[in-house]
């Protein structure tokens, strides 16, 4: 799906169509979560226990990324 960017009031952003919305299960006042991807980012309906849970990775992620590199190998 092309989604094209825009001028909304005094900012940018993107439409999302209807099928959009209802593919995703929300709709105008919800709040998105954006994860970044190798591929890009996706978005999906925020869910604040998946938030807490996110940053709690990124969180050892920072202060163990010595670690995890080594591991990684």
């Known amino acids: 799906m092309k989604l094209k960017v825009t001028t909304v009031g005094n900012s940018t952003g993107i ?16 709040i998105l979560y954006v994860t970044e991807t190798p591929r890009g980012v996706e978005l999906s ?10 940053d709690i990775a990124e969180s050892i992620m920072r ?4 670690v995890l590199r080594k591991l990684a190998e």
């Open 45 to 54: 309906p925020y869910d604040r226990e998946f938030a807490t849970q996110m």
């Open 63 to 66: 202060e163990d990324r010595d």
């Open 15 to 30: 439409i999302l169509p209807k099928e959009l919305l209802e593919k995703l299960r929300i709709g105008k006042g919800d």
